[in-house]
């Protein structure tokens, strides 16, 4: 099925199938002083919800929302304050108990790129620096940009982009596979993982595809799975990528290309945003090339499938963006598309989006997951809409109703589009995450963090997003 809901640009809809706040949980996450965009994400565990942003990392008391400790990305990755680490992904995982993250690190600018990865030694960390594991996967000239993380049973699955470190030109996408570490609260050495690396990912035409992104397994399967677009677009397909394990060696298996058609799409145009007091006119805001950039997979107990659930920002028509998500079953040799449908309206920007479902698993506890929760940013000057946080949940395969998350104060700009010609770097991605242990009966909860426009009138020098993070009920 594909349909359109038209979203709220305004307040919130009202009834009582709107997704909810949860214990009032709706708190400021983290800000930084010195890049954008914030490539805001996060991650909800039993007694932790984990939020990183472009050189920060912040561990927040999942009941109160108070923030237990703060670092920089470098002390979470363990590496030197002079390296430069960004684009991070932090997952929670139900079978192992701990919380795993990835960045990219740049340690020579033409030279040594790497991957930076670890866990947490348990899943309660109460700071970004002892309490973790931190390890490094180098690549050389090779750069792995925009790194997503996801799992299987055995694996840490990350996928990347590839570009040549001296010149900025594309390369390839690529799939790296590290086994998860043994249980216990030591850091293994490095030599203990089995990794296994997948170079230059291609559809079944031959052509190369865009922005691999592997799901945070819910319930855990031996199998991952993996989701990217086609480097060229138009397109009206989706490509699906299996990480197995080799029973005899330990290391992963990189399955081929199987195709899921979709209702076609395009890359977005830039949204626009209201003027700034005086009538000066505003600059654009980026929202992506309609890349996937995250995805969850659990079970729906609805439809009885193993489903996996992604989404990216599509053109909407010549006047807008619009979000695309998907419930797809990956696992036949043609994945089968369950679910796609479009947030829209016209002159208005929907983008920058995340999903999840409602499961929750933690331990033998395995409920919920027939709901679904995703928030995005919406702008629009046509509609006076200034860059702002929106959710929407279904419930029981039912349409979809809004909440307005938070609103944004007024226009966006930064140091990144100083005139009203440039292009605001937005966030390249946002975070939806279930909570393994929901506080309310009969409905699970979505915890998500994203950003807005969080002061009035910004000076064109200075670094003006801001984050929220919040737990909502379908």
Same mark, same amino acid.
Not at 67 to 85: D, E, F, P
Not at 156 to 165: E, K
Not at 253 to 274: C, D, E, L
Not at 439 to 457: E, H, K, M
């Given at each position: 099925?594909?349909?359109?809901?038209?979203?709220?640009?305004?307040?919130?809809?009202?009834? +009582?199938?709107? &997704?909810?706040?949860?214990?009032?949980?709706?708190? *400021?996450?983290?800000?930084?002083?010195?890049?954008?965009?914030?490539?805001?994400?996060? #991650?909800?565990?039993?007694?932790?919800?984990?939020?990183?942003?472009?050189?920060?990392?912040?561990?927040?008391?999942?009941? /109160?929302?108070?923030?237990?400790?703060?670092? /920089?990305?470098?002390?979470?990755?363990?590496? *030197?304050?002079?390296?430069?680490?960004?684009?991070?992904?932090?997952?929670?995982?139900?079978? /192992?108990?701990? $919380?795993?993250?990835?960045?990219?690190?740049?340690?020579?600018?033409?030279?040594?790129?790497?991957?930076?990865?670890?866990?947490?030694?348990?899943?309660? &960390?109460?700071?970004?620096?002892?309490?973790?594991?931190?390890?490094?996967?180098?690549?050389?000239?090779?750069?792995?940009?925009?790194?997503?993380?996801?799992?299987?049973?055995?694996?840490?699955?990350?996928?990347?982009?590839?570009?040549?470190?001296?010149?900025?030109?594309?390369?390839?996408?690529?799939?790296?596979?590290?086994?998860? &570490?043994?249980?216990?609260?030591?850091?293994?050495?490095?030599?203990?993982?089995?990794?296994?690396?997948?170079?230059?990912?291609?559809?079944?035409?031959?052509?190369?595809?865009?922005?691999?992104?592997?799901?945070?397994?819910?319930?855990?399967?031996?199998?991952?799975?993996?989701?990217?677009?086609?480097?060229?677009?138009?397109?009206?397909?989706?490509?699906?990528?299996?990480? @197995?394990?080799?029973?005899?060696?330990? $290391?992963?298996?990189?399955?081929?290309?199987?195709?899921?058609?979709?209702?076609?799409? *395009?890359?977005?145009?830039?949204?626009?945003? +209201?003027?700034?007091?005086?009538?000066?006119? *505003?600059?654009?805001?980026? /929202?992506?090339?309609?890349? &996937?950039?995250?995805?969850?997979?659990?079970?729906?107990?609805?439809?009885?499938?193993?489903?996996?659930?992604?989404?990216?920002?599509?053109?909407?028509?010549?006047?807008?963006?619009?979000?695309?998500?998907?419930?797809?079953?990956?696992?036949?040799?043609?994945?089968?598309?369950?679910?796609?449908?479009?947030?829209? %309206?016209?002159?208005?920007?929907?983008?920058? #989006?995340?999903?999840?479902?409602?499961?929750?698993?933690?331990?033998?506890?395995?409920?919920?997951?027939?709901?679904?929760?995703?928030?995005?940013?919406?702008?629009?000057?046509?509609?006076?809409?200034?860059?702002?946080?929106?959710?929407?949940?279904?419930?029981?395969?039912? @349409?979809?109703?809004?909440?307005?998350?938070?609103?944004?104060?007024?226009?966006?700009?930064?140091?990144?589009?100083?005139?009203?010609?440039?292009?605001?770097?937005?966030?390249?991605? %946002?975070? #939806?995450?279930?909570?393994?242990?929901?506080?309310?009966?009969?409905?699970?909860?979505?915890?998500?963090?994203?950003?807005?426009?969080?002061?009035?009138?910004?000076?064109?020098?200075?670094?003006?997003?801001?984050?929220?993070?919040?737990?909502?009920?379908?």
């Amino acid at each position: 099925m594909d349909e359109t809901a038209r979203a709220t640009v305004g307040n919130a809809l009202t009834g +009582p199938a709107n &997704p909810s706040v949860v214990g009032g949980l709706n708190f *400021a996450g983290l800000t930084d002083n010195t890049g954008s965009p914030p490539d805001t994400t996060g #991650a909800i565990g039993t007694t932790r919800f984990v939020q990183l942003v472009n050189r920060r990392a912040g561990i927040f008391n999942r009941t /109160t929302g108070a923030l237990i400790s703060s670092g /920089t990305l470098n002390q979470l990755a363990g590496v *030197a304050s002079t390296v430069n680490s960004f684009d991070p992904q932090i997952i929670w995982d139900p079978t /192992t108990n701990r $919380f795993y993250y990835t960045m990219a690190s740049i340690h020579s600018p033409l030279s040594d790129s790497r991957l930076s990865f670890g866990f947490s030694r348990t899943g309660s &960390p109460l700071n970004v620096t002892t309490d973790w594991c931190h390890y490094q996967i180098r690549f050389g000239r090779r750069f792995p940009d925009y790194p997503k993380l996801g799992d299987s049973q055995f694996f840490l699955i990350i996928g990347v982009n590839s570009f040549d470190l001296v010149t900025d030109n594309f390369i390839a996408s690529d799939l790296i596979g590290i086994s998860k &570490p043994v249980t216990g609260t030591t850091c293994p050495a490095a030599s203990t993982f089995k990794v296994g690396r997948k170079l230059n990912l291609l559809n079944s035409s031959g052509s190369q595809v865009f922005t691999p992104v592997p799901a945070n397994q819910i319930d855990t399967a031996a199998t991952g799975y993996v989701v990217a677009r086609n480097l060229s677009l138009p397109s009206n397909r989706l490509w699906f990528y299996s990480v @197995a394990r080799n029973s005899s060696t330990g $290391f992963p298996i990189f399955g081929g290309p199987r195709g899921a058609t979709v209702a076609a799409y *395009a890359s977005p145009p830039n949204a626009t945003q +209201p003027n700034f007091p005086g009538g000066v006119v *505003a600059p654009t805001l980026d /929202t992506l090339d309609a890349r &996937p950039t995250q995805a969850v997979q659990a079970i729906d107990p609805r439809l009885r499938t193993f489903s996996f659930w992604t989404q990216h920002t599509i053109a909407n028509g010549s006047t807008g963006s619009a979000v695309r998500w998907y419930e797809i079953n990956p696992v036949p040799a043609t994945p089968v598309v369950q679910r796609q449908a479009n947030i829209a %309206s016209p002159n208005v920007f929907y983008f920058n #989006a995340a999903i999840s479902p409602d499961r929750r698993v933690d331990g033998a506890t395995r409920t919920f997951g027939n709901n679904f929760v995703i928030e995005y940013n919406v702008s629009s000057r046509a509609a006076n809409v200034s860059p702002r946080i929106v959710a929407g949940s279904s419930v029981n395969g039912a @349409a979809l109703t809004f909440l307005l998350v938070r609103n944004g104060v007024g226009p966006y700009r930064d140091f990144t589009c100083t005139t009203a010609s440039s292009v605001c770097r937005w966030g390249d991605y %946002s975070g #939806a995450t279930p909570d393994p242990r929901p506080t309310l009966a009969g409905r699970g909860q979505v915890w998500g963090t994203n950003q807005f426009s969080g002061i009035l009138n910004p000076p064109v020098n200075g670094v003006n997003w801001r984050t929220r993070i919040f737990n909502l009920a379908p």
